[in-house]
């Protein structure tokens, strides 16, 4: 047996915001200096935020190595966030992130 209502339209629905993965965006240096793009491929996960593609690695290699500077922000929209830039070299290539536990 089936049964028909009349359907009510209700007032409008607050919806979150949703973040995309992964972001691309600006990481800055500790004077707020852009340095360069750097993808984040997801969220902050054990205290680290892993960094993807890099656009321009000479800028962090220079800023790490060169000016002695690990003290980044990223700039997000929403909030940004500030970490202390870190990397390693593996058998592919150069691996870079934020650890946000210092």
Do not use: K
């Not at 200096?33 to 290699?61: H, I, K, R, Y």
């Amino acid at each position: 047996m089936a049964t028909s209502t009349t359907i009510r339209r209700s007032e409008p629905q607050r919806v979150a915001p949703t973040i995309t993965w992964p972001r691309t965006v600006a990481l800055l240096d500790s004077d707020g200096a852009f340095l360069t793009d750097v993808d984040v491929p997801g969220p902050a996960w054990g205290g680290q935020l892993l960094l993807g593609d890099v656009n321009e690695p000479s800028a962090l290699l220079d800023y790490h190595f060169g000016y002695g500077g690990r003290q980044v922000m990223l700039g997000l929209d929403d909030a940004p966030i500030a970490g202390w830039l870190e990397t390693c070299w593996g058998g592919s290539g150069r691996s870079w992130w934020l650890d946000l536990t210092e």
